[in-house]
């Protein structure tokens, strides 16, 4: 079952930990070489002000670029090394906010990673990361 | 969740920090400490603490900070760079004390050495914007 306002074959990808607690969070249709995400703000995403956590932003650039770590990898697991989150804009209730994540480097044991987040029209926060392939 | 020794439950107002929470301080402004414990909703599948769960925490307890040295004044976070230096678990009580690395009229920027145990498990460090000051 997907949100209101994402496609029927948005696939859910918080079934279990955190990402269930905090989510739900779902992964959409490539885009080429762009792996595409996306959440709908709820109200336990907010902060005080009426605009999106920052937590919950960078806890969907950490869920949305780990998985691509995946992917990219075929490896079955990677963790996050480091994160640079830049918080451009805010994120409103009701958003459908995605994020577009591209690899830029993968060597033997680490993915080099991009991603941006995006409300319709504007852009939330730009991220880049680095992710090691666990053995 | 009764408070860890010396820690006393911090009033949280955001609806996400409530979600995630408890958090806990401890000490006077400017040596405050500021803790939360790893409880299983908190761990990945590894059964280790998210990313998103401790950088939820650094923006919580950074922007404690924030508003312990600007006297409580209107803030957002404008970067956060985080290492992830090694695992907390459940059960791990997280602790930093922030420390305020410069201050001008319009920014703030801190940052923390996050431990379990006197061990360090993340670094970050943020820059605030201080809302209505150019």
């Known amino acids: 079952m997907t949100a209101p306002g994402l496609p029927a074959d948005a696939e859910n990808i918080s079934a279990a930990g955190f990402n269930k607690f905090t989510g739900p969070f779902y992964r959409l249709s490539d885009d080429g070489d762009v792996r595409r995400f996306a959440f709908v703000a ?15 932003l960078m806890t969907f650039a950490d869920i949305s670029m780990g998985r691509t770590s995946r992917l990219v990898s075929g490896a079955k697991s990677c963790s996050t090394v480091a994160l640079n989150c830049d918080f451009v804009g805010p994120g409103r209730l009701g958003d459908v906010i995605e994020s577009r994540v591209r690899a830029t480097r993968q060597t033997r044991t680490l993915v080099f990673l991009s991603a941006e987040l995006s409300a319709p029209g504007r852009i939330v ?8 392939i666990m053995p | 969740m009764t408070a860890p020794q010396g820690f006393s439950e911090i009033r949280l107002i955001d609806p996400f920090e409530i979600h ?11 040596q405050r400490r500021y803790a939360f414990r790893v409880a299983a909703h908190h761990c990945n599948l590894r059964g280790v603490a998210h990313g998103g ?5 650094a923006d919580l307890a950074l922007g404690q900070a924030v508003w312990d040295v600007t006297d409580k004044a209107p803030s957002v976070t404008l970067n956060m760079q985080t290492h992830f230096i090694a695992p907390a678990r459940e059960g791990d009580l997280v602790e930093v004390r922030p420390e305020l690395t410069r201050r001008t009229r319009s920014m703030v920027f801190m940052r923390g050495d996050f431990t379990v145990d006197g061990e360090i498990v993340m670094t970050a460090q943020s820059v605030w914007k201080l809302l209505g000051q150019d």
């Open chain 1, 42 to 56: 709820l109200d336990k995403h907010m902060n005080g002000s009426g605009t999106v956590h920052g937590g919950l």
């Open chain 1, 125 to 132: 926060m730009t991220a880049t990361g680095l992710w090691k």
């Open chain 2, 20 to 30: 995630v929470g408890p958090a806990y301080g401890a000490g006077e402004i400017p």
């Open chain 2, 53 to 57: 769960m401790l950088m939820t925490f």
